[in-house]
């Protein structure tokens, strides 16, 4: 029967590839992918990546029942292959670029404009084995019309007032109405998978940390444990209990900043204040125990640069005492402002089957219900010691976004206690051994689940790379939550979702 | 002779202390929030560079454009001129009209909102329009008390209204509670202070004041902000001179009782100034669809002020 067919068992028709750790990875024919296209109308595998190569694409799945991870790889010389996007409306976006990228034709894709090049490059599909030329006409890019008595278009961005990165929103409005809201990203594309095309391991190791800056730990983590998996490294014990310190730090310096940057933008500074000291005092610690206030290049593959001196972790058990009461009150004055709560309950509701139809992660998804953590599933050290729990709140509104952000806070620093006390003794790195193939790693960082596969040499060059940001799944959801709310809101909306622009232009 | 002087010292004064006051509010916000924050005069030095600097004008502007600033920087200035800060003892006292207040006032946000519209950015009309909401919402309740002020003390002149309270003519009246209360919520409103509007914030889509001015620069934005802090001015010394008159000197009074009243103005506007910086640390904005509410609010409680007058002499 059709119906009990696991992700692995309708994969094994496909050709295994050899040398793909730790997950499994084949090769599909056009009818076998067209078969898993259509397949994926009706199963619940959830579409972890999709990216390209000059001759292939390839799709990451996620067996939610099982468990079970792999990558199913579409060879495609003739340059055209079965959208996956009408399965999974969370491709759409992923194929324009595909397309835009790597030159290869998603069809029967309905949305076909392009998506990261805006026609100012100086030519077409640039990781294509063969460069296109630049077209001569004029670039046009249509955005979704929306007709009708009083409707009227607000253009922002993409350069915003604030500090931030760059993004342009389309809005139709009837007055402050939003009837729609169309993105326009790309704005920070930086062809870093170009740019990882053939590189030393160490050199992408820094390029792969800085393709999101505010979760570099992530990246870091999930491009080490990719490479770690291709070359079969066995990192020590000690390596993974530092890197989770590390991810942790990170995830708590990223979400009281969010927390605080969320009441900013109705207008209640005095929380961005206090929360400002509290990443403040995180990034001191980071950078008193290793070196960098972002921890940026610690996590390299093979293990950590920097080991954590008694010293150190002296350190930061006393800053952690005076962190939690101060992270305590202002969870209280969150509580008890209703001005704030008047703002943020039922602003900007992500509706749960669409974060589930997107497989959207992170605080957008725990917000609407979906628990899903790469910590815990497919799972990587030492989190299985570390007793983690997912908080889920099922409103899907700012303020359940803001609830998520608190509860992983205090997660976090109850696992920070539990690190330092358990954290084994050894060597914190090991050398990589020299060995060709091809892995894949899942990392949750902040945000979400972070993917990164990649293909090395038996040099250790870094033959294809491809960084997968949470936000991708993430962004479309932000357009159906404004929709019904009114324009003034928009930017609490946004705040909360906190997408990241670098990481999805790549 | 002394009322034409006192007047003179009332437009300049007016004008020469409203950056100090608006820069006394940033400086209490930035103090309440942990950070060291700018100088109270900062805003002295911001509008000098402005001034300095080169007016930048859309080509798709009319004159309607460059004339709002003037024309709102006049407007306000006048309004402010008009109030009593110090003493009534001035040239203009007697055509000075809280209802005339409430025009010039009119004048100055039809213009800005004008502007705003004139050069067809999507910002300066969404300002406009938020900025006719709270308007059609805020005048009434200013008239509201506006009424209820003229039915206790039978003048709309302020000069009039403070001699009448000064005189002993009122005694702790719940009406001039809840005109007081209206007012402040008026005073909120109009000069686009938190919960209504957040006078520092970069978010262009929550902008209600700073959407229409985003497009001016130089002489033009120096003049747009300093109506903006002459009106915060104006409803400080409003609110003071009406509510807590005492200081202010009476016509005929000698030069020191004038500088007594200075320095109650003075006194006066810094209080009711930390006071808004405190008010603005504890509270979030509220949703543009709250502003009918607030508002109704504010006109609902002049209404109650007017009423109650009725009622009480009935008793």
């Known amino acids: 029967m059709m119906g009990n067919v696991t992700l692995l068992e309708f994969l094994s028709f496909g050709q295994p590839v050899e040398g793909h750790r730790p997950y499994p990875r084949f090769q599909l024919d056009k009818r076998a992918w067209q078969a898993l296209v259509e397949r994926l109308l009706a199963a619940d595998w959830v579409l972890m990546a999709e990216w390209g190569e000059p001759d292939e694409v390839h799709l990451a799945l996620r067996d939610e029942e099982t468990g079970d991870v792999a990558v199913a790889s579409h060879p495609c010389p003739e340059h055209r292959f079965f959208a996956v996007g009408h399965a999974r409306p969370g491709a759409i976006r992923l194929e324009r670029a595909i397309h835009d990228l790597w030159g290869l034709v998603p069809m029967g894709l309905e949305d076909r404009r392009p998506w990261l090049d805006h026609g100012r490059w100086p030519y077409r599909h640039p990781l294509a084995r063969h460069r296109a030329a630049r077209a001569e006409a004029p670039y046009h890019y249509a955005f979704l019309a929306a007709e009708g008595e009083g409707l009227h278009q607000i253009p922002v961005g993409p350069v915003h007032a604030g500090v931030i990165e760059p993004g342009h929103f389309r809005f139709h409005a009837q007055g402050e109405a939003v009837v729609r809201l169309e993105e326009r990203l790309g704005y920070v594309h930086k062809g870093i998978e170009g740019l990882l095309r053939g590189t030393p391991m160490d050199q992408a190791a820094r390029i792969v940390g800085r393709v999101s800056g505010d979760s570099t730990v992530a990246y870091a983590l999930a491009f080490a444990r990719a490479a770690e998996a291709a070359t079969g490294c066995e990192v020590p014990p000690r390596a993974h209990w530092l890197r989770a310190l590390m991810a942790e730090m990170e995830r708590i310096a990223n979400h009281v900043f969010d927390i605080g940057a969320i009441c900013n933008d109705a207008a209640f500074t005095i929380m961005l204040s206090h929360m400002g000291v509290l990443r403040e005092k995180i990034l001191r610690a980071n950078h008193a125990m290793f070196g960098h206030r972002l921890l940026m290049d610690v996590v390299v593959p093979g293990g950590v640069t920097r080991d954590l001196s008694d010293a150190g972790a002296e350190a930061l058990r006393h800053m952690l005492y005076g962190f939690r009461k101060a992270f305590e009150r202002a969870f209280t004055l969150y509580e008890n402002t209703p001005s704030l709560s008047d703002r943020t309950l039922g602003t900007g509701i992500a509706h749960s089957s669409l974060v589930n139809r997107f497989g959207a992660g992170g605080f957008v998804g725990r917000a609407s219900l979906r628990s899903h953590d790469a910590r815990l599933a497919p799972g990587y050290p030492p989190y299985g010691k570390l007793g983690l729990t997912v908080p889920t709140f099922s409103e899907g509104d700012v303020n359940a976004r803001v609830m998520v952000r608190f509860a992983e806070v205090r997660e976090s620093l109850r696992m920070i206690a539990e690190i330092l006390s358990d954290m084994p003794e050894g060597a914190p790195r090991t050398p990589l051994p020299q060995v060709a193939g091809e892995g894949l790693s899942m990392v949750e960082s902040f945000r979400g689940e972070v993917l990164v596969w990649l293909r090395l040499a038996e040099n250790g060059t870094v033959l294809a790379c491809h960084p997968h940001d949470p936000s991708w799944f993430q962004w479309p959801l932000l357009e159906a939550a404004i929709e019904g709310n009114i324009v003034a809101d928009f930017p609490i909306c946004n705040k909360s979702f906190n997408c990241s622009y670098s990481g999805h232009d790549l | ?315």
């Open chain 2, 1 to 315: 002779m002394n009322a034409a002087v006192w007047q003179l010292v009332q437009v300049f004064l007016v004008v020469a202390i409203s950056p100090l006051i608006t820069g006394w509010v940033r400086f209490v916000k930035s103090r309440l929030n942990g950070r060291a924050g700018a100088s109270p005069f900062q805003p002295y030095r911001d509008t000098y560079r402005l001034l300095q600097k080169e007016a930048v004008v859309a080509h798709s502007a009319s004159w309607v454009f460059r004339a709002a600033p003037y024309v709102t920087f006049t407007a306000v200035w006048l309004a402010a001129a008009i109030i009593p800060t110090f003493t009534t003892d001035m040239v203009l006292a007697p055509a000075a009209d809280l209802i005339a207040l409430v025009a010039l006032l009119g004048v100055a946000r039809f213009w800005t909102a004008l502007a705003g519209m004139d050069v067809g950015t999507s910002f300066g009309g969404l300002g406009a329009s938020r900025e006719m909401m709270i308007a059609s919402l805020a005048e009434p309740a200013m008239l509201m008390v506006t009424f209820s002020l003229s039915l206790i003390s039978g003048t709309t002149a302020p000069a009039q209204i403070i001699a009448f309270i000064l005189g002993g003519g009122v005694g702790i009246e719940v009406s001039m509670g809840l005109a007081l209360a209206a007012l402040v919520m008026v005073a909120i409103a109009e000069n686009g202070r938190i919960p209504i509007d957040n006078p520092a914030t970069h978010l262009e889509l929550t902008m209600v004041h700073e959407a229409m001015v985003l497009e001016y620069s130089g002489r033009h934005l120096a003049l747009m902000e300093g109506a903006g802090m002459v009106r915060l001015t104006l409803y400080m010394a409003l609110i003071g001179a009406i509510f807590v008159p005492w200081g202010v000197a009476a016509p005929g009074g000698s030069v020191v009782e004038a500088m007594i009243g200075l320095a109650a103005f003075l006194a006066k506007s810094f209080v009711l100034a930390t006071a808004l910086g405190v008010f603005e640390t504890m509270i979030a904005k509220m949703r543009v669809f709250r502003y009918a509410d607030f508002l109704g609010g504010a006109l609902l409680l002049g209404l109650l002020a007017t009423i109650f007058l009725y009622v009480s002499e009935a008793v």
